[in-house]
């Protein structure tokens, strides 16, 4: 770093030499420390066991449907983390790809964790972006509602051990991260396609013509292709 001298006069003349850092470096790096989003928000997580958890999270219903079996999640969360940011590991995970719904937590004991706002009938709940899941123990057990209208609801367990993240996942990651699953997961509107609105037939299988030839099987010659393949 280049350092450079800024001599200032200061009260009764007396002469104070002032060494004034010139590193764009610095400068560059507190920027980028200061734009976080929600997913990293927080203390900045430690590798130590004793304060990762393992959350078990299963789709029950949603949509006026009952999901068995349940597709589920695994997913390592470090006790700093706030419940805001496991929100949306878990968005993540379930493919929640319009985010403009009201969720939140409710736990065991009753207390309601979610995103207050002073326009809607919410009065009560706990802030989520201050609450960290230290208030989590082993085997709690809890539940997460997504888009209160359609009611997608999740059980949440927490594991009765703690996990090494860097052994489970490979990483230390800054935010609450999936690192196991199982099972279908539904579009939360219940399409099948993207023209789908409820009453229409899916569209015939064009299997692999309408795709550009992209791979060899790919394409309009994909038929002949496929026929001529060994073993065919």
């Known amino acids: 770093m280049r350092w450079s001298a800024d001599a200032q006069l200061v009260g009764g003349g007396r002469l104070v030499g002032r060494l004034v850092a010139s590193g764009r ?11 976080r989003s929600r997913r990293t928000v927080g203390v900045r997580p430690r590798r130590s066991p004793r304060t990762w958890l393992s959350i078990r999270v299963e789709l029950d219903e949603g949509r006026g449907e009952h999901y068995w079996p349940r597709p589920g999640r695994l997913l390592a969360a470090d006790k700093n983390h706030t419940f805001a940011q496991l929100a949306l590991a878990i968005d993540d995970a379930f493919a929640r790809w319009d985010r403009s719904h009201l969720h939140e937590f409710q ?14 009938d919410n009065e009560g709940i706990v802030d989520e972006r201050g609450a960290k899941l230290l208030r989590l123990t082993p085997d709690d057990k809890f539940i997460y509602i997504f888009d209160l209208g359609d009611d997608w609801t999740h059980l949440c367990t927490v594991g009765h051990s703690g996990l090494d993240p860097v052994e489970t996942l490979g990483i230390l990651p800054e935010a ?8 279908a ?15 229409s037939q899916p569209p015939p299988d064009p299997e692999f013509r309408d795709l550009p030839p992209l791979r060899p099987w790919w394409g309009p010659g994909s038929a002949e292709w496929l026929r001529r393949r060994p073993g065919n």
């Open 25 to 35: 470096a610095r400068a560059h790096m507190t920027v980028r420390a200061s734009i």
């Open 107 to 120: 736990l065991s004991d009753g207390t309601r964790l979610g995103a207050p706002d002073p326009e809607l």
């Open 176 to 183: 609450p991260t999936p690192y196991f699953g199982w099972g």
């Open 185 to 199: 997961i539904p579009d939360q509107y219940g399409r099948a396609w993207d023209g789908d609105d409820g009453e």
